[in-house]
């Protein structure tokens, strides 16, 4: 068990190109979620997956927000067209049962 | 929903004194955990103590704990004997078993003077 593994750990990318983030799950862990965190605030809520079913992505914040989990193992969130308000640090955590636990997130920077 | 209140921004202790983090929140589920998170500087978040809604009895771990008041709401962490390698951000969060996981705080940056 090494953890939640985020890749890349930072992304700087010019407004407009598209960015696809990777988490990769504790192995047991069947839920796997999407938060995004801006400066100074708490993590917020993106999208969930149990397996491979998305369950709740609702909370995406633009059609521009994409996830995937195939076969129910590692995730991935693309942004397309970013936009300079796309900067933030995007978390992934997993879980089973009551417990979460979070990588280190990717830091994106649009310029 | 549900909401998480952190009411100090920003709260200063002298190492090895008492701190008192506040969290406050709501939900309309009967059945929920909390949790205190903490996470340093560009560093991943990382579970400090968690609190089952159902227990009556505060958790502790170590120099951790909570005083949990369910009918009031709230969810406060107390740290003992503080050491420089608490300072850190600290969130409160709620889990109500909805879909969307955990509902966060805006967090407490915690600082520790030598």
């Known amino acids: 068990d090494t953890g939640v593994s985020q890749d890349p750990r930072h992304k700087i990318t010019k407004r407009g190109q598209n960015v696809t983030f990777r988490c990769d799950p504790i192995?047991?862990?069947?839920?796997l979620y999407w938060y995004r965190q801006t400066l100074g605030q708490g993590p917020e809520f993106l999208t969930y997956?149990?397996?491979?079913?998305?369950l709740e992505k609702s909370r995406l914040l633009s059609d521009r927000f994409s996830a995937e989990r195939p076969k129910g193992s590692f995730s991935t969130l693309e942004i397309q067209r970013t936009e300079q308000g796309d900067s933030a640090m995007y978390l992934c955590?997993?879980?089973w049962g009551a417990g979460y636990t979070f990588g280190s997130g990717t830091r994106l920077t649009v310029v | 929903a549900q909401t998480v209140t952190q009411s100090q921004p920003e709260m200063s202790v002298q190492e090895a004194e008492t701190v008192t983090l506040s969290c406050t929140y709501d939900?309309?589920?009967?059945?929920?955990?909390l949790f205190w998170y903490k996470q340093p500087p560009s560093r991943q978040m990382i579970l400090v103590i968690r609190?089952?809604?159902?227990?009556?009895q505060n958790a502790t771990e170590n120099r951790f704990s909570v005083n949990f008041q369910k009918a009031a709401k709230s969810f406060s962490l107390k740290i003992s004997d503080s050491q420089l390698g608490d300072a850190a951000m600290y969130f409160c969060?709620?889990?109500?078993?909805?879909?969307?996981?955990?509902?966060f705080g805006k967090g407490t940056h915690l600082i520790i003077q030598p």
């Open positions: 609190q089952e809604a159902y227990k009556q």
């Open positions: 939900t309309s589920e009967s059945d929920y955990y």
């Open positions: 192995s047991e862990h069947n839920r």
């Open positions: 955590a997993s879980s």
């Open positions: 969060a709620i889990d109500g078993g909805g879909a969307d996981g955990l509902t």
């Open positions: 997956f149990q397996n491979e079913a998305q």
